[in-house]
């Protein structure tokens, strides 16, 4: 969990002094480890849960401080976005019936946060990207207040200096997002699995844990969705490197690395040369307050807890991160695994904790070289590609050899895990449960991921995507209550509700966003033309900066046509001579009733959608008529943004 008690602003002075602490923190960390300090022989597992906050609907529900004051309890705390929630799992050692106690605390954890939302009318959901999102929902005022929020989006800011965060994602179809502040990461909610190494087996343990990122991958892809686009299996992968990159344009240039990276290359040594990396890579983003000189701990007897180095390491956000810890008295390294994203169940995420610690252990004992066997840049890409493909994807393996997702799986990955669970006494039966879990779900072909899109596929079909959505976000979340895993269920089927309004609040969740626009030098043939072969009567017309100057109607077409009595001279005359300009707009976020008011009072049949001035989408008269449609099966409510009080 991210520390709190962070320093919002670091003037050159203070940033000098935190420097400090952190070099310093790295020359105790290297003596300790030198001394032998370390725990070693020891293996211990644990894990980070993240949550998202739903109402009846599925959408996001900002209520996690209320949720925590109810809950009262350590474990849990907050995230960047007021709709996430995080619960830490206790640290068990990894033996036995480890695998089976940790599902257990997480249902048993996931139920409390459950029953706490209920209270608020909400509940809570696993999932790596909520499908139901929308670019409303992630403005700073849904940034939970915590000074480490508020920092963090203030140093990323700083770094970056005026630009947007960007980010450009393309799937089945294609995302291209501009935003103003660093909420976009709050749309990214991940299941973090820790293993603890001794630390003279932690570089050959981390390099194997760099190996298998891309089967792990492949198999817990569960992210598909974002803002109603279709992207990659697992879009928290680029969507969590660019809303969090402090790189701005010319450093691209650049061969640099972002603060979200599968790395630069293999690890020769120990744990050592990744934090120096990311302290000669990194600036500092946040401060602390509270400083502790790590030798005079040392001297006295002590182990330094090394704040301003985890402090640095917490805002470096490697696929698989060093960490540093103290348990009982004694300093640890851990690797804790940033890649699964959460859910589907309990059960899945179990079973993907197995397979990786399974692997880890396994590939330890049979390969003693990694970097002789695979190329780094093969174990980067394969990370990427796997992203994009989930189970479709194709790896470049040990040797070279060229393997598909699917078949390094189940023919060598799965049985290479079960050694290495079998080698430190994971029961028999629990072994057999979350590694049967993975071999099914890899055989069937249906990670989360796959879920989803073949349920929106079939869905969408019938009904506007924000229902759809929703529904595929209600039935995840009733299956997760059911803890059974993923590749048993069925794809999600059309449902109603009595709150059916609420798919239609704002204008975001219905406008048309797939437009035909036209240049304000076009002729106006074109325009005719356009409306006849798209059946359109709402032709949006912007400049060559893209920028909405005028907009086009059937109507107004229509009353122009004697004018083709003076030949077709008119036809090819500009459309602007002939559009409507100064176009009343409104912004995504828009109330139903507010567009309606607005369309009324100014005789509009349609009105345009902007985005920090760009063109997002258009709302007709006929949008509205089927909304009235929903109205008239269900007399006894309002229409949307509308109640008893509002004016008539």
């Known amino acids: 969990m991210g520390r709190q008690g962070v320093s919002t602003e670091l003037r050159p002075r203070q940033l000098r002094l935190f420097e400090n602490n952190l070099l310093q923190d790295v020359r105790a960390l290297e003596y300790m480890q030198k001394k032998g300090m370390f725990e070693s022989g020891v293996s211990r597992i644990g894990a980070e849960q993240e949550l998202v906050i739903i109402d009846k609907l599925g959408r996001p529900a900002p209520f996690n401080l209320d949720i925590l004051d109810n809950l009262n309890d350590h474990r849990f705390t907050t995230e960047l976005g007021v709709f996430n929630l995080e619960f830490n799992l ?20 996931t139920k409390q946060a459950a029953a706490a939302a209920a209270k608020f009318d909400a509940d809570v959901i696993l999932i790596g990207i ?46 291209y997002i501009k935003h103003d502040n660093v909420m976009l990461e709050a749309a990214n909610t991940s299941f973090q699995v820790h293993f603890q190494v001794s630390p003279e087996d932690f570089a050959h343990f ?47 240039q650049r061969h640099g690395m972002a603060r979200v990276s599968f790395g630069t290359d293999w690890v020769k040594e120990s744990a050592l040369e990744l934090f120096k990396e990311d302290i000669t890579r990194f600036r500092v983003m946040i401060g602390i307050d509270d400083h502790e000189d790590a030798f005079e701990v040392l001297k006295n007897g002590g182990i330094p807890k090394l704040k301003a180095l985890q402090t640095h390491n917490s805002t470096v956000y490697r696929w698989n991160r060093p960490c540093y810890g103290i348990t009982d008295g ?91 669970l079998e080698s430190v006494d994971i029961a028999k039966n629990d072994i057999s449960r979350y590694l049967g879990v993975i071999k099914d779900r890899v055989e069937h072909n249906q990670t989360g991921a796959d879920w989803m899109l073949n349920s929106f596929t079939k869905l969408k079909e019938s009904e506007n995507i924000d229902k759809c959505l929703s529904v595929i976000t209600l039935e995840i979340a009733k299956n997760q209550k059911e803890n059974h895993p993923v590749h048993t269920w069925k794809p999600a089927k059309m449902s109603y509700t009595k709150d059916w309004r609420l798919y239609f609040d704002r204008v975001e969740q219905y406008m048309v966003t797939d437009l035909f626009t036209v240049n304000e030098d076009d002729s106006i043939e074109l325009v005719v033309n356009l409306m006849e072969w798209r059946n359109i009567h709402h032709v949006p017309v912007e400049n060559n900066n893209h920028e909405l100057v005028g907009m086009l109607s059937f109507r107004t077409v229509f009353r122009l046509l004697d004018k083709l009595k003076e030949g077709r001279s008119f036809l090819n005359k500009p459309v602007k001579t002939i559009m409507v300009k100064n176009v009343r707009a409104v912004a995504p ?25 760009l063109l997002v989408g258009l709302v007709t008269e006929h949008d509205f008529l089927e909304i009235s449609a929903h109205f008239l099966q269900s007399p006894s409510q309002d229409l949307p943004g509308i109640n008893k009080s509002a004016p008539k």
Request: charged share 20%.
């Open 90 to 109: 206790d640290p068990l050692p990894f033996r036995g019936r480890s695998l089976r106690v940790l599902e257990k605390q997480m249902l048993l954890l």
């Open 589 to 613: 976020e828009t109330t139903t009733l507010e567009a309606v008011t607005l369309m009324r009072e100014n005789d509009m049949s349609c009105v345009p959608v902007l985005n920090n001035n």
């Open 206 to 252: 981390y390099n194997i844990a760099q190996v298998v990122t891309g089967p792990m991958i492949s198999t817990a892809a569960n992210s598909p969705i974002f803002l109603g686009k279709r992207l990659w299996q697992e879009t928290r992968i680029a969507l969590f490197q660019q809303s969090i990159d402090t790189r701005s344009h010319p450093l691209y």
């Open 130 to 175: 909520l499908p139901t999102l929308l670019k409303s929902d992630l403005t700073l005022e849904n940034l939970t207040p915590r000074p480490r929020y508020m920092a963090l989006n203030e140093a990323i800011s700083r770094l970056r200096g005026s630009q947007y965060f960007e980010s450009n994602v393309q799937g089945i179809d294609e995302l």
């Open 330 to 420: 004694k300093p640890h390294y851990r690797i804790e695994n940033r890649i699964f994203p959460s859910g589907p169940t309990p059960v899945d995420e179990v079973a993907n904790a197995a397979f990786w610690l399974g692997l880890i252990k396994g590939m330890a004992a049979t390969y003693t070289d990694i970097p002789a066997n695979l190329s780094f840049d093969d174990a980067k890409g394969n990370l990427i590609v796997a992203a994009r493909e989930g189970l479709g994807a194709q790896f470049t393996w040990f040797k070279g050899k060229k393997i598909p997702a699917k078949n390094l799986i189940l023919d060598e990955l799965l049985p290479l895990a079960q050694s290495g």
